[in-house]
């Protein structure tokens, strides 16, 4: 009998139906000793009354005789309470007994008494008897009771153990329908019940927990970070990625302290207002263990539970902001490389209509300038439109092997007047031809840029040498170096922004329009490749171009 509270009940139960049973016992004891006691006075009674109305001539013959015949011990007292005669052999010895005085009348006068007494020995001993028979039955009703309540009890707890037993594998698969109890009384119409309701039950609990697991994978495969936290600010659920963007071992325990998960102030002081207030709240915060990622908080009450909590949903708008700070610069770059050749332009225009049109030492001049910076506004829409067509994924066209040989060799033609002029030496070597996948115009001019940035960065004399090798890996190498005025190590990271120039001045005066190198980043990532460049201020520049090859040629 594993079971607690049939074992309590049992015990309470046995212990009154003992004490019902010792109950009755004293009583049928009592009273049984009660009409024994009752006969008896009402004999020595009836027999005194019977003998105290005979005739006795002789008291001496007469109470031996009387004592026989009525089976009480006869004694006869004188009027001065001397016996007279006792049917006794030991008269002063009475011992345990009842006895009843009465008048006797014919004992020769008056004042004589006659006593009749019962001995209470033989009464006690078969009332000892008649107790022992009692409590030996008393005992055996008891042992034959507590067997058929173990026995009940032992059926009873199996039954109970059966109906626990499939109520606890009722989550899963259960037991099957026919192992639980059965019966007219209260547990079968229990297990009736269960029956009847298990299907249902497991049908509710196989769609919740697809509902959960559905929920689950949609929370883990977020890109956005989930995080929900109970009133006491410990962790209820926290997706992989917020685990990733703080840098916390995966999975996030449950119950974890929030501040053992992230310490941040900004997002602790969210969802403790969310909690307090039970509003929804948003705000753009950056969290210090996300690498100092911006996020887009939206934190909101959860409800409807007893243990009240909040989430919050984070969205990653680091490159949302890095964007518009982009889009910012961009314009304000874009207005401000329009605003010097408009400017000029406008002035010079003015200059000729006022009259400058009859100068004919400066007219002349003047119109030359305003055509050079006509053709740098061109330059700056032509390069405009060239960035906006990589960055829109390229032009319409499907692209194709392009041999790196001869895509060098143009652009080497396009430059050498450029080089001849400036007194910059163009070399090549060692140049290994492979093909690539791709625009070939884009991909020369990429090369242009370049060799163009290093020509006009360079001093009289110099050198710019290319060269390629087809490396392993299905990765061709192209590098371009020169010996240059070199880049100043703070600007190198920044080369390959649009309109960002190392020396403003002189970019301007060679004719840039800074969109050079961003136009040569844009073409070789379209092609799945990258650009790197290494330089030392007064030394040079190297460019190095890695590209995905096609088919490798032979080297020369």
Same mark, same amino acid.
């Given at each position: ?9 049992? #015990?309470?139960?046995f ?6 049973l010792?109950? &009755? ?9 009660s ?5 008896? +006075? ?19 013959? #007469? ?37 009843? %005085? ?9 004042? #004589? ?30 042992a ?5 309540a173990? +026995? ?29 109890? =059965?019966?007219?009384? @209260? ?11 298990? !299907?249902k ?24 970070? *989930? ?23 995966? !999975? ?24 307090? /207030? ?7 915060? +950056? ?9 887009? *908080? ?7 539970? +007893? ?11 680091? @490159?949302?902001?890095?964007l ?6 961009? *314009? ?30 400066? %007219?002349?001049?003047f ?12 330059? &700056? ?34 430059v050498?007047? =450029? =080089? ?26 990429a090369? *242009?840029n370049?060799?163009? %940035? ?33 880049? !100043? ?5 920044? &080369? ?39 330089s ?7 460019? /190095? ?12």
């Open positions: 009998m594993r079971n607690r509270i049939f074992r309590r009940y049992f #015990w309470i139960a212990l009154l139906f003992t004490l019902t010792f109950a &009755i016992d004293i009583y049928a004891i009592r009273s049984s000793s009409r024994r006691f009752e006969r008896l +006075q009402a004999q020595l009674e009836s027999d005194a009354r019977i003998l105290s109305g005979e005739t006795v001539a002789n008291v001496a013959t #007469w109470v031996p005789n009387a004592a026989a015949r009525s089976g009480f011990r006869v004694t006869v007292l004188d009027p001065h309470g001397n016996i007279a005669s006792d049917s006794s052999a030991s008269p002063d010895s009475p011992g345990d007994s009842l006895s009843l %005085n009465t008048p006797f009348f014919n004992a020769g006068g008056p004042g #004589w008494i006659l006593r009749l007494s019962a001995s209470l020995n033989e009464a006690n001993a078969s009332h000892a008897a008649f107790r022992m028979r009692l409590l030996a039955i008393t005992l055996v009703g008891m034959l009771a507590l067997g058929l173990i +026995q009940f009890m032992r059926s009873y707890s199996r039954r109970i153990d059966r109906l626990r037993t499939y109520i606890v594998g009722l989550p899963d698969a259960g037991l099957p329908d026919d192992e639980l109890p =059965a019966g007219e009384d @209260e547990l079968g119409s229990l297990a009736l019940s269960l029956r009847q309701t298990a !299907p039950i497991r049908d509710l609990l196989a769609k919740l927990k697809l509902e959960g697991a559905r929920r689950e994978a949609i929370l883990a495969s977020m890109v956005e970070g *989930v995080l929900a936290v109970d009133k006491e600010l410990r962790v209820t659920f926290c997706n992989q990625s917020f685990a990733r963007k703080m840098n916390a071992r995966i !999975p996030v325990p449950e119950g974890m302290p929030l501040l053992d998960l992230a310490r941040d102030p900004a997002l602790r002081d969210i969802l403790v207002t969310v909690l307090k /207030t039970g509003q929804p709240m948003e705000r753009r915060i +950056q969290l210090r263990g996300a690498q100092a990622h911006s996020f887009e *908080v939206q934190a909101a009450p959860l409800a409807g539970l +007893q243990a009240h909590g909040a989430l919050a949903i984070l969205h990653d708008v680091t @490159e949302l902001e890095r518009e700070r982009v889009r910012k610069d961009f *314009v304000a770059n874009v207005s401000h490389e329009l605003r010097t050749p408009l400017a000029a332009i406008r002035g010079y225009a003015e200059t000729l209509l006022d009259g400058a049109l009859e100068d004919l030492e400066n %007219n002349r001049k119109v030359e300038i305003i055509l050079a910076h006509a053709i740098r506004l061109n330059n &700056i829409a032509s390069d405009l439109l060239v960035i906006s067509e990589l960055e829109s994924n390229g032009p319409a066209a499907q692209p194709r092997r392009i041999s790196i040989r001869a895509t060098i060799e143009s652009a080497l033609r396009t050498e007047s =450029a =080089a001849r002029v400036r007194g910059v030496r163009l070399l090549t070597g060692p140049v290994e031809d492979f093909e690539v996948l791709g625009y070939e115009i884009r991909l020369e001019q090369f *242009v370049l060799l163009d %940035n290093a020509i006009k960065f360079n001093r009289p004399d110099g050198e710019v040498r290319i060269g390629t090798e087809a490396g392993q890996n299905g990765r061709g190498i192209i590098t371009i170096v020169d010996n240059g005025i070199g880049i !100043p190590s703070d600007d190198v990271p920044r &080369i390959f922004e649009r309109f960002y120039r190392v020396d403003k001045a002189r970019s301007r005066a060679v004719g840039g329009t800074g969109l050079g190198l961003s136009i040569v980043k844009h073409v070789i990532e379209q092609m799945g490749g990258s650009v790197r460049v290494e030392h201020l007064g030394k040079g520049s190297q460019f /190095t171009m890695v590209l995905p090859t096609s088919i490798t040629h032979h080297a020369s």
